[in-house]
């Protein structure tokens, strides 16, 4: 594929399900068993794709996770996020040790990136109880 793919997840079975895939698209990645909470990047990426994790990050560890992994990006790189957000009009669903974000408070975290509105395209999308939202 061209890339060189690295894949983080807490669970085994995660694991495992990354490298069923893997092979079966005939690609490899590099993968480990990390905790977002505590693991420590140690390369520069040109994307950082979260899916289905931040909502495991403890409330009190945002600020430094995110900004670990500001500093591990390279110029010119960028994230794809999606967290799970508290919402009036969503029954909540948490999970054991799962953290709901609110609303906005990812942005918050990114008030130093450029973000380069006139090639933005925002999509969003509520699944039951979490919000995509992917910059383009």
């Known amino acids: 594929n061209g890339y060189i793919v690295t894949a983080f997840d807490m669970a085994e079975s995660g694991l495992e399900k990354g490298r069923m895939l893997a092979e079966k ?39 430094e996770v995110v900004e670990k992994l500001k500093k591990h990006t390279n110029s010119g790189g960028l994230h794809v996020i999606n967290v799970f957000v508290e919402k009036p009009f969503i029954k909540n669903l948490e999970k054991e040790h799962s953290h709901l974000w609110k609303s906005g408070e990812l942005f918050m975290h990114y008030h130093d990136w450029k973000i380069p509105w006139k090639n933005l395209c925002l999509i969003v999308t509520v699944e039951e109880w979490h919000i995509n939202i992917v910059w383009m």
């Open 25 to 63: 698209n005939g690609t490899y990645v590099n993968f480990y068993k990390a905790d977002i909470n505590d693991f420590e990047l140690q390369d520069n990426y040109d994307i950082i794709f979260c899916s289905g994790v931040f909502h495991y990050m403890k409330p009190e560890k945002r600020t």
